[in-house]
């Protein structure tokens, strides 16, 4: 038997496809793209780290659960009819 990642306390690596599948999957959110995994990772700087491999992007799953989990979502949020704090 091969061990998996939490029985030897490393990194659980996936790609932003499978982090996707998986928190949906686990119910740590309802619906999610690895479009807007890949989104997130590049606009937001609490985003966990992002590892390379190939063509891939890679996340460590334990980091990323806990982030998407905590984050305060905006759906359908029109920031573009918000007033300024200037008016």
């Not at 999957?25 to 390379?52: C, K, M, N, Y």
């Not at 989990?69 to 905006?74: F, L, V």
């Amino acid at each position: 038997m091969v061990p998996m990642a939490d029985d030897e306390g490393g990194p659980d690596m996936v790609s932003f496809r499978e982090l996707a599948r998986r928190l949906v999957a686990d119910g740590v959110v309802e619906t999610i793209t690895h479009q807007r995994i890949s989104q997130l990772s590049q606009i937001d700087p609490d985003f966990p780290a992002v590892v390379p491999v190939g063509r891939s992007n890679a996340v460590d799953y334990r980091m990323a659960k806990p982030y998407f989990a905590t984050r305060k979502t905006r759906q359908g949020e029109r920031t573009d009819l918000k007033r300024s704090s200037e008016e």
